[in-house]
């Protein structure tokens, strides 16, 4: 299986949740079946980490 990359024009927001800053190619991620968008990989990771516990959360209900 190939791993298709994620695509700037993919992707379901402009701007960054955390910094309202423009999203950058390097700082994508899906959730939930679409492409989000970051300002940069770090903002990313926040959001991964931060949905991944919810997500956890909201499983065991």
């Keep these: 299986m190939v791993d298709t990359p ?3 024009q993919d ?5 960054c949740p955390w910094s ?3 999203v950058s190619a390097d700082a994508l ?3 939930r ?3 989000v ?6 903002c ?3 959001f991964q980490a931060a949905t991944w516990a919810f ?3 909201l499983d065991q209900e």
């Design 11 to 15: 992707c379901v927001n402009t701007t």
């Design 33 to 35: 079946g679409h492409v």
């Design 6 to 8: 994620l695509r700037l």
């Design 55 to 57: 997500d956890q959360l």
């Design 44 to 46: 990313r990771d926040k």
């Design 20 to 22: 309202g800053e423009p």
């Design 37 to 42: 968008g970051f300002c940069n990989p770090g």
């Design 29 to 31: 991620t899906v959730y």
